[in-house]
Structure formats: structure tokens, C-alpha cells
């Protein structure tokens, strides 16, 4: 079963602006990763941020985790063409399963 | 660091045939996971394993799915026989401490396509 739901389904935008993902889920978790599919590829993790955590930040990346909300969002900076991608929430309980929400499909043009 | 590794990359089966896939795990990742993807959506988690020993399979149709971790390395899976509906790409995953995860590394996956 899917656990998060992201939002919006797709973005387009310019290079050099920024792309905000936001993701809800269900449950309680113990912890909330964000990661990037290129067609056809693997997933490549980009960043965790744990339960007790409330905002986290990587590079480009910055991830806010609101617990009382179950809601999370990605926030990509100064995008760049490379950024082109999938992007998907998963969700993270004490067994170590993830639970990925359905994605964002994300374009950014030169 | 070496990746995960998966094998084929990509099959072409018809309904009602067999396969199986490969994943070599990160050497000293004692969880590996194998996720189904199918187009447009999110992976969904098929089973995990604990060393050689299941954590999760709820959501592995055991009636026509199975896998395997031989001696806590490797794992195949397998999918006997195929329905149309199993046409997705299949994802295996490693990582190094279900207890304090620090993400899972991905292989690049295998493309199962049932015609």
C-alpha cells in the first residue's frame, strides 16, 4: 500500500528557479527520506530527516518534516536541467520498511 | 563502495512462463529488500530480509512469487508463472542497519516486460 501522497504530480519550471515537492502521509513514522529516479534508472537517496527532526538541509536540498501535520516538503534551489527527474517521498518505520508515496515528475528547462 | 548489483537488466516473457532475478547486495548490508515498481507509481515493498531470514513479505503474492537469501549475501526472486500485471520494474535494495538507517542504496533494476 502507498503511504504518502506528494503534490503536485508534475512541475515544470525554468532553470535557476526553485521547485517545492510537499508530502503527506498516514502514519507515525521514524523517519522521512526523499529521493530521485531518472527514466529508467534506480532511485538515488538525497536526504533523510528523523522523526524528531524539523527541517534538514543538503547542498540544494532543504527538507522540512512537520510531524503534527504528517507532511513534508523538498525544496530544490537554483534548479538546474540536471535536476530533471522523479522525486519520491518514502516513509520510514522501525523495521526499516520504506513506503514510498506516488512521486513528482519534475522538468526543468535550460 | 561497489553498488547493488541486479541481473538481467532487462527480460521479455510471455504470460504463464517463469524468471527469476538476481541481487548482489553491498558487501556487509545485512537487509536487502525487493521492491516492485510499476509504471507511473511509487515502488511497492515485495519482501525484506534480515540476513538470510524474512522480516516482511505481506505484500508478496506467495502463490505465484517466491525469493530467496542464500547464506545472507545474494537473493533471487522469482515469479512462477508471470501474469501481465507482473509487467514492472523490479528493485533491489540494501541496507546497512534496519535500526539506524541512513537511506538504502538502489540497484538499477530489472525491466520485466509479460506480453
Known amino acids: 500500500s502507498q503511504q504518502g501522497e506528494e503534490d503536485p504530480q508534475a512541475l515544470s519550471i525554468q532553470e535557476g528557479e526553485n521547485a517545492t515537492m510537499n508530502c503527506s502521509y498516514k502514519?507515525?513514522?521514524?523517519?522521512l527520506q526523499w529521493y530521485r529516479q531518472n527514466s529508467g534508472r534506480g532511485l538515488v537517496h538525497l536526504i533523510l530527516?528523523?522523526?524528531?527532526?524539523r527541517e534538514k538541509h543538503s547542498g540544494r536540498l532543504r527538507v522540512t518534516l512537520d510531524t503534527s501535520k504528517k507532511s513534508s516538503s523538498l525544496l530544490i534551489t537554483a534548479s538546474r536541467a540536471a535536476d530533471t527527474a522523479s522525486y519520491f517521498c518514502?516513509?520510514?518505520?522501525?523495521?526499516?520498511?520504506?513506503?514510498f508515496g506516488q512521486g513528482t515528475t519534475l522538468q526543468v528547462k535550460p | 563502495e561497489a553498488g547493488v548489483a541486479q541481473s538481467p537488466r532487462y527480460k521479455i516473457i510471455e504470460k504463464r512462463q517463469s524468471v527469476a532475478f538476481w541481487c548482489n547486495p553491498i558487501?556487509?548490508?545485512?537487509?536487502l529488500y525487493w521492491y516492485q515498481q510499476i509504471l507511473g507509481q511509487g515502488p511497492k515493498l515485495l519482501i525484506q530480509?534480515?540476513?538470510?531470514?524474512?522480516?516482511?513479505d505481506s505484500q508478496l503474492p506467495k502463490d505465484r512469487f517466491s525469493a530467496e537469501r542464500l547464506k545472507g549475501v545474494d537473493s533471487t526472486l522469482k515469479i512462477q508463472p508471470a501474469k501481465l500485471e507482473d509487467s514492472a520494474v523490479y528493485l533491489c535494495?540494501?541496507?546497512?542497519?534496519?535500526?539506524?538507517?541512513?537511506?538504502?542504496?538502489f540497484g538499477s533494476g530489472t525491466r520485466l516486460t509479460v506480453v
Open positions: 530527516i528523523r522523526s524528531n527532526e
Open positions: 530480509f534480515q540476513n538470510n531470514g524474512v522480516v516482511d
Open positions: 535494495a540494501s541496507s546497512s542497519n534496519r535500526d539506524r538507517p541512513l537511506g538504502y542504496t
Open positions: 518514502a516513509t520510514g518505520v522501525n523495521t526499516g520498511k520504506l513506503i
Open positions: 502514519t507515525s513514522i521514524n523517519n
Open positions: 558487501s556487509g548490508h545485512a537487509t
